[in-house]
Each structure stands twice: as C-alpha cells, then as structure tokens.
T-cell receptor
Framework: SAVISQKPSRDICQRGTSLTIQCQVD?????MFWYRQQPGQSLTLIAT?????????ESGFVIDKFPISRPNLTFSTLTVSNMSPEDSSIYLC????????????FGQGTRLTVV | AQSVTQLGSHVSVSEGALVLLRCNYS??????LFWYVQYPNQGLQLLLK??????LVKGINGFEAEFKKSETSFHLTKPSAHMSDAAEYFC????????????????FGKGTHLIIQP
C-alpha cells in the first residue's frame, strides 16, 4: 500500500492568483497522477507525472494552466494558475506503488474554492 | 480508448436488502476494472479490482463484483446493505498495462450515490 499526504487539505483563493498543491508519498512510485473532481461530478484525469520527464496532459488540460513538477520518486506538485471560480474543485493526487501493481491509491484531496 | 457507464446516479435500498450498482465499460484492450468508494469529505478507497484473474472478485466490506466480458459489465453487489454503506461509488477502468508496461491513469464513471433507507 501507499500513504499519500496532500497539502493543503483545503483553501479559499482569490481569482487571478495561483495555488500549489503538494503530494508526498511514503514510498517510491513510478507514476503519479493528478485528478480533478468538480462539485457533484466524477474524477477526471488532469495529467500523469513521471519522474525525470515532462508531465503528460489529458485533453482539455494544458501546462500553462496546470504546471506540474516531479522532482523525485516520492513527491509532486500541481499548480492551479490564474484561478477563476470554475477552478473550484477537489484536486486529488494518486499513485501506483511498485509493490501494488494495478492498484491506485488516492490522497485525501485538496478542496479548492475560488472567490 | 476506454469509457465507463454507471447506470443510475442515485440508488436507494433498504437496510438489509441487496445492493446492486451497475457498471458497463468499453475498452479496446483487456481491461483492468475497479470499484472505489468515497465517503463524504474523504478520499477514494479501493473496494475491489479485476485484473484478468478470477472473474468473481471479492472486496472489502462484503462487496463483490463479477466481470462479464460478453456483457462488458462489472456490476457491484452486496447481499445485505448496512447504513454505513451510504456513500458515492465509482467504477473505473484502466488499460495502461497493455500499452507499454506502465499505468495510464484511470477513467471513471460518473458515480452512483447509494442511499440506505432504515
């Protein structure tokens, strides 16, 4: 298994500002994933972060809006840039540990409200 | 590409009754299938997963699901509902292990809100 710590757990931000969300894992993982869950909706994959390479973004998500860093095998950050109220969502980090193939673990999420 | 359809955004059952949450998938390769549960204001917890072994998969909290290739389904069941089962349930599919060896992220259904009536 894997224990994932996400920070902050929640935040209220002004439109036009940026927020960086941190994801720390207690074991080394190859792939880290970032998802968005809009209010009352399902989860949508934003991007896949592989250590040592550029993140791969899904359709509808761009690096300028959601820059991602992956400096090592246990840590990643997602920045939500130039925020608008439409960015109000829960952002979740997910990992797949080497020891638990085909099993994704999720952090508790960051609940973001943009006002 | 893959997709997931969950029939019924809300399902209501009486305590002690059978729980049946429906999930149909579409995948161009043999899929890995998952059911996750999300309690209010919490993250996602894996209930069970299908990874091409036994077609009947048993998970935590008394849940199980059966993979039916001919029906492209992976319905979640529990014989007797408990009040603590009230939550949001998500079906998800992944095909990443067949596209190069690494995970490819999950495609989620829209979720089913399970309501348990006393």
């Amino acid at each position: 298994s894997a224990v994932i710590s996400q920070k902050p757990s929640r935040d209220i931000c002004q439109r036009g500002t940026s927020l960086t969300i941190q994801c720390q894992v207690d074991s080394q993982v190859t792939m880290m994933f970032w998802y968005r869950q809009q209010p009352g909706q399902s989860l949508t994959l934003i991007a896949t972060a592989n250590q040592g390479s550029e993140a791969t973004y899904e359709s509808g998500f761009v690096i300028d809006k959601f820059p991602i860093s992956r400096p090592n095998l246990t840590f990643s950050t997602l920045t939500v840039s130039n925020m608008s109220p439409e960015d109000s969502s829960i952002y979740l980090c997910s990992v797949e540990p080497f020891s638990s193939r085909a099993e994704a673990f999720f952090g508790q999420g960051t609940r973001l409200t943009v006002v | 590409a893959q997709s997931v359809t969950q029939l019924g955004s809300h399902v209501s059952v009486s305590e002690g009754a059978l729980v049946l949450l429906r999930c149909n998938y579409s995948s161009s390769v043999p899929p890995y299938l998952f059911w996750y549960v999300q309690y209010p204001n919490q993250g996602l917890q894996l209930l069970l997963k299908y990874t091409s072994a036994a077609t009947l998969v048993k998970g935590i909290n008394g849940f199980e699901a059966e993979f039916k290739k001919s029906e492209t389904s992976f319905h979640l069941t529990k014989p007797s509902a408990h009040m603590s089962d009230a939550a949001e349930y998500f079906c998800a599919v992944s095909a990443g292990f067949y596209s190069g060896g690494g995970a490819d992220g999950l495609t989620f259904g829209k979720g089913t809100h399970l309501i348990i009536q006393p």
